[in-house]
């Protein structure tokens, strides 16, 4: 507990506004305890940037004003339940909740896993503070055990469940054989949590250095089925793990490689996105779309990259990249993808590695400055072609676009061959 001490002393010398929090409950005569994953962390030796802190009241007053004294936000995480945060300008966020039950003993009962149910005093005398640890939590934090508080766990918050695996597969720990079966007795129940959790908690194990593990967990334990309905027969977990695997590692290859866009480390970044497209590719669920709005309630741009990326690009597609030679034609290339040709280029560059990285770099450029309002221009505008067309029957959308394509094929280069090659299909 020595090294443990050492953290926590050096958490409190970094962030000075914490011991004015200390004060300011010593001052208010309030009990107030760290708990939680923070504490955990500090075991564990991980960096420490969000905090838990359970009070005996309402601690809505004393959040508020000590926001107010140190620069930092306030505002409400549950109103309801009285739960709030502050965000400090060092970006450490600290949340307060009243204690779930009577004492905090019957509050550390009540949280999800043992190894966040640990909680420290704050006293007056730092040097004093012991933590309380009526679970064992620390006996599992050695072990890298996650066992649930209690069998009542799950049934208060089903959320727990996918958490669990969420832990396990971030803190490179082993949920216990009884917390593996309490899971499996009650994965039904994730029905019952709203979507928007659930898309937040699978976003962070896809996260994970092996965010595979978390899909097996989810397998083993029931979860997936529930959350996706059944898989395709032709479906086959262990070379849909693999997929993930080598994905993941690739990816990693990548951004080890330069600095890009697509691997912000945030839940649904396009890193993310391309994990769940892969896991989806293979899964194939009887109605995905669904799945990503309703179950998921991803954005629809989000949506619409993970349906972008279900399709490979096709062989002519593939094989026109070794023909395009003008700036133009590459940008057409690249626009004739569909929704969020970027992603998908750099998705097939990595995934099934059938872009080179460097003719990748390439197209996007041109794409990239042959862009107007977010598509490659016209070289006949709507006028232009109405004056052509005279009510023939299409409409000047479907002309611009044949037009583009027979750029993509060689045919025409510039507007006065388009003007050619227009009258001449007209004339057919």
Known sequence: MTSFKRRLAELFKQSPELLALKQLFQKNQTNAWLVGGCLRDLVLSRPVVDL?????????????????????RWFWLDKERLQSRVLLANQMTVDFVPLRAATIGGDQILRDFTVN?????????????????????????????????????????????????????????????????QIKAESVDIHNIAAERIRDELGQILLADAPELGFELMLGTGLLQVLFGPADRSWSSADSFSELQLLQ????????????ESTINEPYSSQSLFLLATFFRSYQPINLPDILHSKLRLSRQQQRIVLSLQQEPDSQWLAQTLKVASVRQKALLVEALGYFPTEQLIYWSIYRQLIPREMVYDLLGAYQSQQQLGRVSDLLDGNMLSDILHGSGKEIGFWQQRIKLAELDGVIDDSASAINWLKSQLSN
């Not at 838990?52 to 930092?72: R, Y």
């Not at 679970?135 to 069998?151: E, M, Q, T, V």
């Not at 690739?250 to 600095?259: K, L």
């Open 117 to 181: 149910s640990l909680a420290l005093p704050l006293s007056d005398n730092q040097s004093q503070q012991e933590l309380l640890d009526p679970l064992d939590g620390l006996a599992d934090i050695d072990k890298r055990s996650l066992r649930f508080c209690s069998s009542r766990s799950i049934a208060d918050d089903p959320l727990r469940m996918l958490k669990g695996i969420r832990h396990a597969v971030t803190l490179q720990m082993e949920l216990s054989q009884q917390a593996l079966q």
């Open 52 to 72: 838990d802190i359970s009070v005996d009241k309402d601690p809505t007053s004393l959040a508020q004003a000590w926001a107010e004294e140190n620069n930092g």
């Open 249 to 260: 590692r690739r990816m990693s290859e990548w951004a080890a490689d330069e600095s890009s």
